[in-house]
């Protein structure tokens, strides 16, 4: 049973950091683009991050870039969101997403319904 075990989320004060962990069981992820996605109350699922199979390339959504910093350690089959700076627009369930589009399609990096496989969420609560 393939299974992404979100973790790491919780409630922080503006300004102030978190780093969550996916941890994959079940099968490799290793030659697959990983994601994070979030979602607030009342907002559709959206894009935050991607990574490519081997850690090299990553894609941010503009809202998060320069402030999250998405990574994975292969041999932990493990994907990491390293959030900084964090603001209260930053409140949403965070979403781990596996197996998603080839790197050599940047356009669909984006959209939720390239990835095949989702973790349950894990809460992050920015407090201003």
């Known amino acids: 049973q393939v299974q992404l075990v979100e973790s790491g989320g919780g409630l922080v004060q503006a300004g102030g950091s978190l780093r969550l962990s996916c941890a994959a069981s079940g099968r490799t992820f290793s030659t697959k683009t990983m994601g994070w996605f979030r979602q607030a109350p009342g907002k559709e699922r959206e894009f935050v991050a991607a990574?490519?199979?081997?850690?090299?390339?990553?894609s941010y959504a503009d809202s998060v870039k320069g402030r999250f910093t998405i990574s994975r350690d292969n041999a932990k089959n493990t994907v990491y969101l390293q959030m900084n700076n964090l603001k209260p627009e930053d409140t949403a369930v965070y979403y781990c997403?596996?197996?998603?589009?080839?790197?050599?399609?940047?356009?669909?990096?984006?959209?939720?319904?390239?990835?095949?496989?989702w973790g349950q969420g894990t809460q992050v609560t920015v407090s201003s």
């Open positions: 997403a596996g197996d998603g589009p080839s790197w050599s399609l940047p356009f669909k990096l984006n959209h939720a319904t390239e990835y095949d496989y």
């Open positions: 990574i490519n199979w081997s850690g090299t390339s990553t």
